[in-house]
């Protein structure tokens, strides 16, 4: 059943393909976006349209995460598909790949189905799935990309294990590069970071934290770099996080690399201080760094160096985290908080807000080939309203997620989903 055409009028229109941030109106009708004015409002509605006043809010695309983990299926307490699709929705998120890190892996297209189905079934936001890049994540053998990809994986990957063996990711690159599949790989050397915690650094060292140096992310991601040359695949970097790893990132770019970036908003906002007293929220892969490259990696987000920002949500019940800091298990949720998060950038005239806009939305969907991401005549009406100055406190406790190992809990905010639309509908209204 259609839903009933809207048309949002006195809304503050950011669309990142045409560059476009001021004042306007759109209306949602069958599924795309039908108009776009940028006047404030359209003349002579008819009666069957429903008329909101967006009284100055944001209106964007709707969020696109592609790094975002579940724990369905085998581990639904962690977080089922139907509760990662509630939590984006409230977050402004209409579009989430979710990784192949499951139980049984996504290393088959039995399994790729099985989560598109479901999906169907929930009906609330867009969920795609990630393929294995090698079977069972373990890095020795190379999994069906093919007919993963067919059956409707967006990109392969091994989620946080890093593909350790130069030959089977040269193969892999190889391979991927001929079907025109994306590989993603999060940059780490694996004999360095074994068993660390944190960033080898001087506070690292006063908390008595394992750790492991920064130039692991770059020794990765110089081998990737390498291997791209050697293939022309497309790879995106997944998670960058260390100035010394964008040093290599730029110059494999100005190489003209088929390489892509990702940051998570964790590194964006946090530091290896955030620690504090081994609080277990900030335990993160990548561990937190240093404040200058945190600063680094801004910069490179406001240049465009750094493509694509995520969440990096990645779901862990209380009892997974209320153990010592070296044996809690690492991350973050980030559905909810990840575009109030974003702002902070914003308000702190640090990134300008349209470039902002364009790395979670028309950036990762011209990665995956969506054609969302924009706000143009039949575009999918994928939408966000957003006030961008509403001030909020996190409370974990509230947030939707199943797990509340949320990072900013306590952290004061400012930015508040008031809608969103998926495919036209209504999927998620602010209370009041």
């Known amino acids: 059943m259609a839903s009933r055409p809207i048309a949002f009028v006195n809304a503050r229109l950011v669309d990142p ?29 008819s009666p069957d349209i429903r008329r909101i006043d967006c ?26 598909l139907k509760s990662a699709a509630r939590a984006a929705a409230a977050g402004g998120v209409t579009s989430i790949v979710v990784q192949p890190d499951t139980d049984p892996a996504v290393d088959d297209p039995s399994v790729v189905d099985f989560i598109l189905r479901r999906a169907r079934d929930i009906e609330l936001v867009h969920v795609y799935p990630a393929g294995a890049a090698t079977k069972r994540l ?82 990765m991601l110089e081998r990737d770099a390498a291997l791209v040359e050697l293939t022309g695949a497309r790879l995106l970097v997944d998670q960058v996080s260390a100035a010394c790893a964008l040093e290599t990132l730029e110059r494999a770019k100005a190489r003209g690399l088929p390489m892509l970036a990702t940051a998570s908003i964790n590194h964006l906002t946090f530091n290896e201080l955030d620690i504090g007293d081994y609080r277990t929220f900030w335990k993160l892969e990548p561990p937190l760094r240093a404040e200058d490259d945190r600063q680094a990696l801004i910069e490179a987000l406001a240049s465009g160096l750094v493509d694509i920002v995520v969440s990096a949500h990645a779901p862990a019940p209380a009892e997974d985290k209320r153990l010592p800091f070296e044996e809690a298990a690492p991350g973050s949720i980030g559905l909810e908080t990840l575009l109030p998060a974003l702002l902070s950038l914003h308000h702190e005239n640090r990134v300008p807000l349209i470039r902002l806009i364009e790395a979670v939305t028309l950036a990762p969907a011209r990665a995956i080939g969506l054609a969302a991401g924009r706000l143009a005549p039949d575009a999918p009406a994928d939408l966000v309203l957003c006030d961008l100055d509403a001030p909020r406190v996190i409370d974990a406790e509230q947030l939707i997620s199943k797990s509340k190992n949320s990072a900013f809990d306590g952290r004061r905010l400012q930015g508040q989903v008031l809608m969103t639309l998926v495919d036209g509908r209504i999927v998620y209204e602010a209370a009041g």
């Open 55 to 80: 009284n100055g809010a944001m209106l964007a695309p709707g969020l696109i995460d592609l790094r975002v983990k579940t724990g369905e299926p085998g581990a639904e307490p962690k977080e089922t």
């Open 138 to 219: 373990a890095g020795s053998e190379i999994a069906e990309i093919g007919l993963m990809h067919d059956a409707g994986c967006v990109y392969v990957t091994d989620a946080d294990r890093p593909i350790v063996d130069s030959k089977v990711m040269r193969r892999l690159l190889a391979y991927a590069s001929g079907l025109g599949v994306m590989v993603a790989h999060r940059p780490a050397d694996p004999w360095l970071t074994a068993g660390a915690a944190a960033t080898e650094s001087e506070f690292a060292g006063r908390m008595g934290l394992p750790a492991a140096p920064a130039a692991a992310e770059k020794i």
């Open 17 to 45: 393909e045409s560059g476009y941030d001021g004042p306007g109106a759109l209306i949602a009708e069958n599924g795309v976006i039908g108009a776009v004015s940028r006047e404030v409002g359209f003349a002579d509605l």
